[in-house]
């Protein structure tokens, strides 16, 4: 399936790029608009390109905020929030940092220091200028620490909202004095100043270096060799883009960078949700479960999509089906013989059967079955593994003549394993080439995942049970009386001879 990704939208008239977008119907009485519009700013295409993969993200994350709901924030998060008021009184004056007049560092030594009095406005008199002075920045933090969090779509509580103007507060505070000290040659806190970030407090200083947070996580989970190496590989790709080896310093605001980042470089927007962001949102969520960190920075980065008419995945027509099956008639090596044939009277996955051992066809009850079975290779969960009855037309074609011929052991052993020994994710890569290769170029056909779609199309031509067919294809069950009782080869076997 191909999505769309957004581009920004020139003005007619201006020449000036916009950022311009849909609001998704589930989200347009929480945003209370149906369509976004923001100018980016800019009439240079690369400049708009890059603002318009930022301004996305950020828009992303506070659809995902809106989404979540009220929740009360947390200390990391709210010094997270803080963190782009640190840089922007900073960046305002780094080239002049003794000009710095934003900020009254003696006064801000004091804000928020204790609970604010509940004073009349008659009694105002009694404040002192100091008092005065420090609720009047006090304000100002709480005033912009409402309008951030809203404009993040972050609905909380007032304690939260006090929490993340008490951590803005110590942003401004620390921006100042790291200006202080520039201006007398002397950087007070070297990180600070060269990261432009709010030093954590002492309580939550973590060091977790990235092959220790893997090494914790694959000891638990034990995953495949190709999720095992993916996920090493993104997190490594994330690390190498913040610079530096220490996970317990990324923040979301870095994961948002590198998220715009990909984006920006032209990956697709499901590709970045899917194959980047999901992997590190694991990773460090195993990291907060086993308290070797204090929050997932990744927990609330996400990328909305809307898959658009036309972007649907389908199955195989008859005539496309003709064509595949036909060819495959005609081939020598087994696995381009036998495994279209295969998927397409059973639905199974590409990768499910390429792994299949002589072993794996035998007869259960009396039916000659494939056995879907975990020993023969990574299933995608606990209901791929089944036992599929072999429908007439395959045995007609020869089939269990073919399985006859081999040895114990790989069925399709003309099929090399890819590089993390399996066989199914290579048979993936080489029918789908083969596929394309005889002129099915539709990108809303998956050479792979096109056969279940037919045989759910076909199920219902021809009356086929719905729980049969998700019992031969893996689905989960719809009901809790569909997960009652076995499924029998026999049963199966009436329901699957209804296919012609």
């Not at 998704?24 to 993969?53: C, M």
């Not at 507060?169 to 990180?191: C, E, I, K, M, N």
């Not at 590989?233 to 870095?254: C, I, K, P, Q």
Request: charged share 25%; with cysteine.
């Amino acid at each position: 399936m191909v999505l769309n990704m957004p581009t920004p939208w020139k003005h007619p008239k201006t020449g000036v790029y916009w950022l311009r977008r849909r609001v998704p119907d589930h989200l347009q009485t929480l945003v209370g608009r149906t369509e976004i519009r923001n100018s980016l700013g800019t009439k240079d295409p690369s400049e708009a390109k890059r603002k318009f993969a930022v301004a996305l993200s950020d828009l992303d994350a506070k659809w995902a905020n809106l989404l979540a709901g009220p929740k009360p924030l947390s200390e990391i998060e709210a010094l997270e929030y803080a963190r782009p008021f640190y840089q922007e009184l900073f960046a305002a004056f780094s080239a002049n940092p003794s000009a710095q007049d934003r900020w009254d560092t003696e006064i801000g030594a004091t804000c928020f220091a204790t609970k604010p009095a509940s004073r009349a406005a008659s009694d105002l008199v009694s404040f002192s200028d100091a008092d005065i002075r420090r609720r009047l920045q006090e304000q100002r933090c709480e005033d912009l620490a409402t309008g951030y969090l809203a404009s993040q779509g972050v609905v909380t509580d007032n304690p939260s909202v006090r929490l993340v103007a008490m951590s803005i507060a110590r942003a401004f505070q620390t921006a100042a004095v790291d200006l202080q000290a520039l201006a007398r040659g002397v950087l007070r806190s070297q990180q600070s100043v060269s990261n432009h970030v709010v030093p954590r407090p002492v309580e939550q200083s973590l060091s977790l270096s990235q092959s220790d947070l893997t090494s914790g996580w694959k000891t638990e989970k034990r995953p495949t060799a190709k999720t095992e190496y993916a996920f090493v590989r993104v997190l490594g790709e994330l690390m190498t883009f913040v610079g530096h080896d220490d996970v317990a310093r990324v923040a979301t605001s870095d994961i948002a960078s590198w998220k715009a980042n990909l984006l920006g470089r032209g990956l697709a927007a499901k590709t970045v949700r899917d194959s980047k962001l999901a992997p590190v949102r694991a990773l460090f969520q195993w990291g907060v479960d086993n308290a070797k960190l204090t929050v997932n920075p990744a927990a609330r980065l996400g990328i909305t999509l809307k898959q658009k008419a036309g972007e649907g995945r389908r199955g195989y027509n008859d005539e496309e089906a003709v064509i595949v099956l036909g060819a495959a008639a005609k081939e020598k090596r087994g696995f381009k013989r036998w495994v279209p044939l295969l998927c397409a009277y059973s639905g199974a996955r590409i990768s499910e059967v390429c792994q299949l051992r002589r072993q794996d066809i035998r007869q259960v009850q009396g039916v000659w079955c494939m056995c879907l079975e975990a020993d023969a290779g990574s299933l995608k969960n606990a209901g791929s593994e089944r036992v599929v009855p072999l429908h007439p037309t395959v045995i007609e074609a020869g089939f269990l003549k073919f399985v006859e011929g081999r040895s114990e052991g790989p069925l399709f052993d003309d099929l090399t394993p890819d590089r993390f020994g399996s066989r199914g994710g290579n048979g993936t890569k080489l029918i789908s080439r083969w596929v394309r290769n005889l002129g099915i170029t539709d990108p809303r056909i998956s050479p792979s995942h096109s056969w279940r779609h037919r045989l759910k199309t076909l199920g219902r031509r021809h009356g086929v049970s719905s729980d049969m067919s998700d019992a031969i294809t893996g689905h989960a069950p719809k009901s809790v009386g569909d997960g009652y009782g076995e499924f029998e080869p026999a049963a199966l076997l009436r329901e699957l001879a209804k296919l012609p």
